[in-house]
């Protein structure tokens, strides 16, 4: 059962738009993480944000982690057909498990 | 190596059959996880070792499901008598860290290209 609920499921958007992707759960994560991944391949870490109210940006992307660590966004500005790709989340539980949960994915298509 | 490395890329078993599941961690990464992946979705956590020790099984869903990393280095996931609904991208994944908490940080994974698992 997947407890990391991202939304959209599926975006198709032009170059050159802005969009964000929103990742929520009721769980509390100690840190979490975005990955990207593209066809046939395995997914590719993006970010990693460990404190609530955290924000990074990664050139034209800005993550962002939820006050109470329960939720996290990522914003494309500007988006580039090289930006497509399945957007992934995974949290890290305060569990003590070192396994995390991934999200529900969100797939990105940007065309010219 | 530079990266996870995992074979074979592509497997189709008949259904019934046994296959094993190679996965080549980056040198010196002490974590190695396996994920399942259905099509469209996110991956679904298996299994976990730190070096040669599995610490954590409870994703595996079913007792024809298997795995070792016996020299805390290269690791082979088994299915036994497969069934279609083992149909799915299996991927491995290293990182530097052990778990969270205890001081080493929360290191991402890096991840191997999956190997795509079909029965038929």
């Known amino acids: 059962t997947q407890l990391l609920e991202q939304s959209p499921q599926f975006l198709s958007i032009q170059e050159g738009e802005n969009l964000t992707v929103y990742c929520n759960s009721s769980?509390?994560?100690?840190?979490l993480q975005w990955y990207r991944q593209e066809p046939g391949e395995g997914p590719v870490l993006l970010v990693t944000?460990?404190?609530?109210?955290e924000v990074k940006k990664l050139k034209r992307l800005t993550f962002q982690f939820g006050d109470a660590r329960k939720d996290s966004s990522l914003h494309i500005t500007a988006a580039q057909p090289g930006d497509t790709g399945l957007y992934l989340c995974?949290?890290?539980?305060?569990?003590?498990?070192?396994?995390?949960?991934f999200g529900t994915g969100t797939r990105l298509q940007v065309t010219l | 190596g530079a990266g996870v490395s995992q074979s074979p890329r592509y497997k189709v078993a008949k259904r019934g059959q046994d296959v094993a599941l190679r996965c080549d961690p980056i040198s010196g990464h002490v974590s190695l996880f396996w994920y399942q992946q259905a099509l469209g979705q996110g991956p679904e956590f298996l299994t976990y070792f730190q070096n040669e020790a599995q610490l954590d099984k409870s994703g595996l869903p079913s007792d024809r499901f298997f795995a070792e990393r016996p020299e805390g280095s290269v690791s082979t996931l088994k299915i036994q008598r497969t069934q279609q609904e083992d149909s799915a991208v299996y991927l491995c994944?290293?990182?530097?860290?052990?778990?969270?908490?205890?001081?080493?940080?929360?290191?991402?994974?890096?991840f191997g290209s999956g190997t795509r698992l079909t029965v038929v």
């Open positions: 995974a949290g890290t539980r305060n569990t003590g498990t070192a396994s995390k949960l």
């Open positions: 944000v460990v404190t609530g109210g």
């Open positions: 994944a290293s990182s530097l860290g052990s778990r969270p908490g205890q001081g080493l940080g929360d290191y991402g994974y890096t």
């Open positions: 769980s509390v994560f100690s840190s």
